[in-house]
């Protein structure tokens, strides 16, 4: 009995090993997946990062698809836990606040050290078959359990406007670690509070309605041909990132040859570039072009969304997500996310004059200008979703969501 115990402690004592190590791997993975994607991501790195030869990295993972996959399933797996405790809630704003509560206690133990980073999942698409079909299956399910938080859907458009607000919901749980380092941890719960305000109760003001004007953005292209280069690049890097999306295939796409892209450009990175400046040039025109327009500031900032929604639900979309910058040089990143930032921070300046005017609610308009900028990145994930109604309606009931809160209900009598 004596030798079998210690047979069991010694068979015990193993596994936890094999578990910490194997933990250990997958938190190095993710954290390279989060800086330079999946594809990016090699075994070398990982193993670096742990303090591991390559050989003993492929002792537990065969190959790099396979630890990239194990990454992205523990990603969902805690994202189906978190919702789990959020479901428990009695109501859909108590199952909201629990599940931002849940984001936010994880990125704050992530600043202490007491935990790892998940990796985010904008480079899933670009996984290959079959397990982009096992991925794709557990992400709709999480979908389908997040607009749940809403409760069974009584009729049709319930449940388009409650995939609506999943969307958003979830879109700016991912956005969080994007802009969250500007706050020092102990300011974590404010931000949290803050973030709950707008998600409660919007951004209009009480007695402000749903009337956007939407703004041309058309512009005279000087290189129609580069126009359409540059939209195919975008479709691609957004769904497969930026070293998913090869010179190849987005060639491919346009059915020309690689050396018209050379034509275009000089390097993938001047694609890079070239695309992010392209959809940042659009998003200014059209705060720019609302500042312009006649009544108050809320008419001119729901104006600025509806456009933007508008452009990402058309075939002029998609803007270019900040997640497909994982993967360009740090310099370039940062460039280009310091535009990103600009542009929020004129979001927050026109809601801080609405603020003032009376036409927009009493929020903190910097932390609600991110909530908007994730909603409008994503939205172009939304577009089939958008397609089954009309646009002025899925536009409405997207815009929804943050201009008057996610449990007002006002947008399905218009």
């Known amino acids: 009995m004596e030798a079998l115990a210690a047979s069991t402690d010694s068979v015990d004592g193993s596994t936890k090993r094999f578990r910490a190590k194997r ?40 190959r790099k698809e396979d630890l990239a996959a194990a990454c992205f399933e523990y990603t969902l797996e805690q994202l189906h836990a978190k919702l789990d405790h959020a479901l428990e809630e009695p109501t859909p704003q108590a199952r909201v606040a629990r599940y931002l509560a849940l984001n936010m206690d994880r990125l ?55 995939g609506a607000r999943a969307h958003v919901l979830l879109e700016n749980t991912f956005w969080l670690p994007i802009w969250l380092g500007r706050y020092d941890p102990d300011q974590y719960r404010r931000v949290e509070q803050r973030l709950m305000t707008v998600f409660a109760h919007g951004i209009a003001g009480s007695s402000a309605a749903w009337t956007p004007t939407l703004l041309d953005l058309d512009t005279d292209e000087a290189e129609p041909g580069r126009e359409a280069f540059l939209l195919a690049a975008t479709r691609l890097i957004n ?42 040039d659009t998003m200014t025109a059209a705060q ?28 002029r979309g998609p803007l ?55 909603l409008q990145n994503a939205a172009f994930d939304m577009r089939k979703w958008a397609s ?15 201009a008057f809160g996610l449990f007002d209900d006002r947008v399905l009598t218009r």
């Open 23 to 62: 933990d250990a791997i997958l938190a190095a993975a993710a954290q390279a997946i989060n800086e330079q994607s999946a594809k990016g991501m090699t075994f070398a790195d990982v193993a670096r990062r742990v303090g591991l030869n390559t050989t003993s990295v492929t002792y537990y993972f065969k």
């Open 108 to 162: 704050a133990r992530i600043q202490r050290g007491e935990a790892t980073s998940f990796a985010v999942l904008s480079d899933l698409r670009a996984m290959e078959e079959p397990v982009l079909g096992r991925l794709m299956t557990g992400w709709r399910e999480v979908f389908r359990k997040t607009r749940s938080l809403w409760g069974a859907g009584a009729t049709r458009a319930h449940t388009d406007l409650y």
């Open 239 to 280: 769904q497969l990132g930026y070293r998913g999306a090869s010179v190849q295939k987005i060639a491919s796409e346009l059915n020309v040859t690689k050396g018209s892209f050379y034509h275009h450009l000089d390097a993938k990175d001047d694609l890079v570039i070239a695309c992010y400046k392209r959809s940042l």
């Open 288 to 315: 720019r072009r609302a500042d312009a327009l006649p009544g108050d500031d809320w008419h001119r900032l729901s104006s600025a969304i509806a456009t933007l929604l508008d452009f990402q639900f058309s075939e």
């Open 320 to 374: 270019m997500r900040t997640t497909a910058l994982s993967g360009v040089t740090p310099a370039v990143r940062s460039a280009l996310v310091a535009r990103s930032n600009r542009i929020a921070r004129r979001y927050a300046g026109m809601m801080m004059d609405g603020i003032a005017q009376g036409s927009i609610r009493t929020i903190d308009p910097l932390i609600a200008a991110q909530a908007l900028m994730a």
């Open 388 to 402: 089954t109604m009309p646009r002025e309606r899925a536009i409405a009931f997207y815009a929804s969501t943050l």
